[in-house]
């Protein structure tokens, strides 16, 4: 795989450095064309091995990566709780509403288009025993 198309890779998964122009660790100068400074994983981990193995401080090894040194504890700290898996950004915000399931769902889009969100709402809770802001149930029935 060449270069542009790792970069694109990446970019795909979401797993270019934000700060790929600010890594200046020797192994991503260029020469070596496995280590790639726009790859935010192989950066965090490198990160971590400059810190354990090579014994440079925490602070110098997050500034030669692009990164902080709170952001390397971070990183070290999912490392140690789930290892490479923990190099990987987690999703951020909400999953999706939280009350809403398949069934309200249902339930909302089959119910009178007449009612209001109060009045649907208000359904909601009688039959499901869920309490539902009429906000939540505009954009159910948006969607």
Partial sequence: M???????ALA?????H????????????????FFLAADKVQVKYEMLRAHIIDGL???????????S???YYLVADSFAEAGMLGLLDERRGRRGPLKLNAEILAF?????P????AT???????????????????RARRR
């Fill in 2 to 8: 060449n270069t542009a198309m790792r970069l694109r």
């Fill in 12 to 16: 795909a998964a979401k797993l270019l």
């Fill in 18 to 33: 934000p700060n790929a122009t600010e890594v200046s660790a020797p192994l991503f100068n260029g020469k070596r064309r």
């Fill in 57 to 67: 401080s925490a602070s110098e090894a997050a500034a030669i990566h692009g990164y």
């Fill in 69 to 71: 040194r709170p952001a």
């Fill in 108 to 112: 909302i889009r089959s119910a009178d």
């Fill in 114 to 117: 007449t009612w209001s969100s």
């Fill in 120 to 138: 649907l709402a208000q359904a909601v809770v009688q039959r499901f025993a869920v309490s539902l802001h009429r906000r939540t149930i505009e």
